[in-house]
């Protein structure tokens, strides 16, 4: 297992490039140059130790020594140790959903963007609890199972969007269903689901599924992200505008926040609504819930004693940058005795 301290460090690499199109600038123009001064046979024989290879090889040098310093900056760091640690929590599945009416932009910058946020913010106060994130829209999908991964979580999290399910429609009911599958601990007690949407085009007996998983004891909190004005639903191609989205009789469809049908999930899974127009307060709201229930012991394993491993590419780049102030750029003089290319045979005709 492996950690990367500082990875923004990364972007130093970009210098390799920039090198290299200096360097052929910089030999264009000395070619371009001795052009004007002599011909090709007399600048070979004015300067007979110049060596083209030994310029190239000094700028591959000098790109590895930039690629080995750029890695000590990111500092990446091996784990050492695997150990088993006992954690304390609660199993919390999101849902999350990824309809089209979620690309309303009534609440900024749009519906989807903003219930990722929430759901990221959540995690980053979660300590001990483990996590996992369902989509739905016409139908629900599992994004990720129930972990204590945050990191990964949070990655595949930000790669949702309106394009994973091709039915549209929000089959809150399929959530809740396939929820009901991610706890896959019998002793867990307290188990969480909190359903982020715009309440929106719901299909099915959703409050009849809601009080299935409440009696199987799943709390259900739905998180409301969206205003009651509403806002039309726009359609965008590589982020720009190509239009709104329009029913069957050619209007413009206006999505709402459908606060009611949020409502009444919650209340019938023993949950709560929570607004979702502040995040600070969502997350304030959620942590308060979290640490108001029993936690539950268990077990999992996770890399210990992570060891910097900056030195070995801090070395790398020194010796690289000393072995190209000490490469000279003319022949070497034992190479040059090999005759490797019968040289002097071809001068002597």
Known sequence: MYQLEQPIYFYVLFAIPAVV??????????????????DKQLLKKLSPNQSVFKSVLKVLVICLAIACLSFAMVNPKIGTKL????????????????????????IAPNRLEKSKQLITQIINSLAGDRIGIIGYAGSAFPQVPITTDFSSTKLFLNGMNTDMVSSQGTAINEAIQMAETYYNDEEQTN????????GEDHEGNVAGIAEEAANKGIKIY?????TLQGGPIPIKR???????????????????????????????????????SSTQEVVDTVTAILNGMDKKEFEAKQFTDFKD???WFLGGALFLLLLDVLLLERKTAWVKRLNLFNEGDKEDK
């Open 222 to 226: 739905t998180i409301g992200v969206g």
């Open 309 to 311: 491993q900056f030195q």
């Open 238 to 276: 590589n982020g720009i505008l190509q239009y709104y989205k329009r029913n069957q009789n050619n209007e413009q469809v206006i999505t709402r926040l459908g606060e009611e049908t949020l409502k009444e999930i919650a209340d019938e899974a023993n949950g709560q609504y929570i607004d979702g």
């Open 83 to 106: 150990e088993t640690v006992k954690r304390e929590g609660v199993d919390v599945v999101f849902a999350l959903d990824v309809s089209k009416s979620m690309l309303a932009e009534d």
């Open 21 to 38: 199109v200096l360097f052929l600038l910089v030999l264009a123009w000395k070619k371009h140059t001795q052009k004007k001064f002599a």
């Open 191 to 198: 188990r969480v689901l909190f359903i982020v949407s715009d």
